[in-house]
């Protein structure tokens, strides 16, 4: 079973930067596809970025194209989340999850078989 926790969340201001962080443990990390979540209230979950299991393949949402960067260090069990020139609408709770496909780069909820419990983005205007 993989546990994953995410860090690195908080506020910024737009245009600002922040990285966030997700941990593995459990489970074979280089193995997994991971992917970047996030939800606004009121709203659904929804794709932000994925990355294979060799991080030589990466997909992202056209909202965060240009100005995220997802990466992965196999040898730290963790995936990064680089958030460049942030928006208001970047406010949400991110989510990072693992993929046991690890050569396919999914973007629904439904593929991804585990979850971490969160971190919270929030970006003042």
């Known amino acids: 079973q993989v546990q994953l926790v995410e860090s690195g969340g908080g506020l910024a201001q737009t245009g600002g930067s922040l990285r966030l962080s997700c941990a593995a443990s459990?489970?074979?990390?280089?193995?997994?596809?991971m992917g970047w979540f996030r939800q606004a209230p009121g709203k659904e979950r929804e794709f932000v970025a994925a990355?294979?299991?060799?991080?030589?393949?990466?997909k992202y949402a056209d909202s965060v194209k240009g100005r995220f960067t997802v990466s992965r260090d196999n040898a730290k069990n963790t995936v990064y989340l680089v958030m460049n020139n942030l928006k208001p609408e970047d406010t949400a709770v991110y989510y990072c999850?693992?993929?046991?496909?690890?050569?396919?780069?999914?973007?629904?909820?439904?593929?991804?078989?585990?979850w971490g419990q969160g971190t919270q983005v929030t970006v003042s205007s």
């Open positions: 990355i294979d299991w060799s991080g030589g393949n990466t």
């Open positions: 999850a693992a993929d046991r496909y690890g050569g396919i780069l999914h973007h629904r909820t439904v593929e991804y078989e585990h």
């Open positions: 459990g489970g074979t990390f280089r193995n997994y596809a």
